[in-house]
């Protein structure tokens, strides 16, 4: 799957997501429940706004002295018996992957979860040379085998689907015969995949983050597939974007501890992860062989610009997880495998304004997306300015005006907007209210609240009111 | 050990640095002192008592077994844990501890008597081991360092030590001795970071174990159990 999911114009995206009724109840219990368990391990752990510092400091050091630590990375994966390749491109870095997989006459190969192979497309480069590719993250695993559905969530990609439908999907394509219950479901997945990791040639991962003192690469999962990708296989191809590296452990720890707390409200996943090169002499498990590839891919861009702050993300979607726009059109409105906030920002720069110039305007502003950020990132100040960027490039009015003249535009001349924006109000601000009172702001609200409650947005507007009344019926 | 190829690298480098708008740094940056470290703070002060109490709460998060126990009852212990887990095969590393911990008579009297059959990690049967790993129904191994914040147990990777006794098996115990108890990742983190400065190897692999492997994929209900053990038990030595 390349970044670009190809599903038409963005406000028909918007349009036909709006209508899917179990997506949106989806996100919004996972926007729920994810805000209460985050904000319950943030407070068990204390200190957290130094902790938010930290992590931000640890980021900025290494973004500022990249060159440096991606030496000292390479220099030690290479002293272990590892093989580096940086990748100044997607196509260079899939090229060197698919020669891997002719050198070694690969046929089959397990990969888990990672989201920069996705945004190079590697999957097809090497099924066009004959390789089965099995992904083995449950959320990947559904995706793929219901012909490659795009992911919504970069942590829980198959979140728009229900339960029934993936049980259908495993009946067409699986054999499957049992229920929906998702017990069985994982168990089926389980089984078929204990074979793919028992027979695969390569496996193939992500890395959440790269340390430089040792030449290792750490991977966080819940489920232990990638565990079972890099134990088994006689080689390990590991793919990193080029920012995703920590100086020493130690910072590792700590963006570990940040990861995991602000992505699944977890202190640690069940599985963390630290493979230094291929197996050491004389073991009898691990790979064989360990390939590194290092990919820039319009990274490099970014650096030096106002846009650098994007480079300290560590995909952890916590501002996907509080975004009132994502709640209410989902994954799938935003055309790239990056959504929310962190996919606003990013897409445009990654993708070009040509295809993502409307994500920019995704966005309420309200900064609750900046405010979760665990590492600091100033989402909605970068949002504004992409937005100030695509009308200089229209090279129009004088920027603050256009900039007024469009958001009045964009929200007054259709109608579905105008519903759209009036509509999410209420519920964005779910997770804050108390007793019809909004006690904890997001963003801008949270000065205001501290002091005092601010009115919640009525849950009935007018239009509603009106047509429920004139149908009869119960209210959306 | 053969060093690895390097491809590529001055160029993408060059671009960086250009990026950045200044010179390549190669070498000499070091990392500065930071300005807070939250890190430390956490369970400061705490006994290992009070350790052992915060891991024993965090099992019931993770949907981990709990036992304490001493050294003389460990045998005891361990077979209930196996025979609650529906019995053998057992899998083990070739680890000096189990001997340490007088469980040999166990692993290789008691339970192959009664037909639990156990696989001692052999490095030099290769892919056997492997195979061993997928019949076992439950992996045991001590933990190297425990996390009592997360309820994590820290596996150095050795040759008589392979990373599928964690990971294969239906179900998973491992042995914690109460001096292993740390207040949280940090301190071992931290250990190991010492480690290298003073020119350590780190092992090939180094896993982070929280209780079962679980997913919420499907509708975000959690299923524990998806690619890794379904079921997971931490039996502490309160006397080591």
Request: with cysteine; proline share 6%; aromatic share 8%.
């Amino acid at each position: 799957m390349p970044m670009k999911i190809e599903n038409g114009p963005f406000w028909k995206r918007v349009e036909e997501n709006l209508q899917n009724d179990f997506m949106r109840g989806a996100v919004a219990g996972m926007q729920d429940r994810g805000y209460v368990r985050r904000l319950g391990v943030i407070e068990e752990l204390g200190h957290w706004e130094e902790w938010r510092s930290l992590a931000e400091q640890i980021r900025k050091h290494t973004l500022e002295n990249l060159d440096y630590y991606l030496m000292q990375l390479s220099e030690n994966v290479a002293k272990r018996g590892g093989h580096v390749f940086f990748a100044q491109t997607a196509e260079e870095a899939n090229d060197y992957i698919r020669r891997i997989a002719l050198e070694k006459q690969a046929k089959k190969i397990v990969k888990s979860k990672s989201m920069v192979t996705e945004e190079i497309n590697l999957n097809p480069v090497l099924e066009a040379i004959g390789c089965q590719v099995v992904e083995t993250d449950l959320g990947e695993y559904i995706l793929q085998i219901d012909d490659h559905d795009p992911p919504s969530h970069i942590v829980g990609p198959a979140l728009h689907k229900n339960k029934e439908q993936i049980r259908d999907v495993f009946r067409r394509k699986l054999g499957y015969t049992k229920s929906s219950d998702p017990v069985e479901l994982a168990r089926h997945a389980r089984e078929m995949l204990r074979r793919d990791y028992l027979t695969a040639d390569i496996g193939i991962t992500g890395c959440n983050f790269a340390i430089a003192e040792s030449g290792s690469i750490t991977l966080v999962t819940n489920e232990g597939n990638a565990d079972l990708v890099t134990a088994l296989p006689k080689t390990q191809i590991t793919v990193m974007g080029m920012e995703r590296i920590v100086p020493t452990f130690e910072e590792m720890e700590v963006l570990v501890s940040m990861l995991t707390r602000s992505a699944v409200g977890q202190k640690l996943t069940s599985y963390i992860t630290v493979l230094t090169g291929p197996r050491d002499e004389g073991d009898a498990d691990g790979p064989e062989e360990f390939h590194l590839v290092i990919v820039d891919n319009g990274r490099s861009s970014i650096l030096g610009t106002e846009f650098q702050p994007i480079l300290q993300c560590i995909r952890c979607a916590a501002c996907v997880n509080v975004c009132p726009v994502y709640r209410h059109i989902g994954g799938h409105s935003y055309g790239s495998i990056y959504s929310g906030p962190i996919g606003a920002v990013l897409s445009p720069l990654l993708g070009g304004y040509d295809d993502y110039k409307e994500l920019p305007y995704a966005s309420s502003l309200c900064a609750a997306c900046t405010e979760a950020c665990p590492v600091k990132i100033p989402l909605h100040e970068l949002l504004i300015k992409h937005r100030q960027i695509i009308v200089e490039r229209e090279g129009k009015a004088p920027v603050a005006e256009k900039l007024a003249m469009k958001a009045f535009r964009l929200g007054t001349a259709s109608s579905s907007l105008y519903r759209f924006g009036t509509k999410f109000a209420p519920s964005a601000f779910a997770p804050f209210v108390e007793d019809g009172r909004v006690t904890k702001g997001p963003g801008p609200l949270k000065a205001w609240t501290e002091s005092r409650e601010f009115p919640a947005p009525s849950k009935e507007r007018f239009r509603d009111w009106f047509q429920t009344r004139q149908k009869g019926g119960n209210p959306s | 050990m053969t060093r690895g190829t390097i491809q590529n690298r001055d160029a993408f480098l060059q671009t960086i640095a250009e990026r950045l708008g200044r010179a390549p740094r190669l070498s000499g940056v070091s990392r500065p002192q930071w300005d807070c470290a939250p890190q430390w703070t956490v369970f400061a002060g705490y006994s290992q008592d009070d350790l052992l109490n915060v891991l024993q709460k965090q099992c019931g998060l993770i949907h981990t077994d709990y036992i304490e126990t001493t050294s003389a009852e460990l045998a005891g212990a361990l077979r209930r844990q196996v025979a609650a887990y529906g019995g053998g095969p057992v899998i083990v590393p070739d680890d000096p501890r189990f001997a340490e911990y007088g469980l040999s008579a166990l692993l290789q009297d008691e339970w192959p008597a009664e037909q639990t059959a156990v696989h001692t990690w052999n490095p030099a049967l290769g892919r056997q081991n492997i195979d061993a790993a997928e019949q076992a129904n439950v992996g045991i191994a001590f933990s190297d360092i425990t996390l009592a914040e997360s309820g994590t147990v820290v596996l150095f990777s050795r040759n008589e030590q392979g990373r599928a006794i964690h990971f294969l098996p239906k179900t998973y115990i491992a042995i914690v001795p109460k001096s292993t108890v740390v207040p949280r990742m940090t301190q071992a983190a931290a250990a190991i970071h010492e480690q290298i400065e003073k020119g350590g190897l780190v092992p090939s692999c180094i896993n982070f174990i929280t209780g079962p492997s679980n997913s919420a994929d499907i509708e975000m209900n959690l299923v524990v159990g998806v690619h890794g053990p379904m079921k997971a038990a931490y039996i502490v030595v309160t006397d080591r």
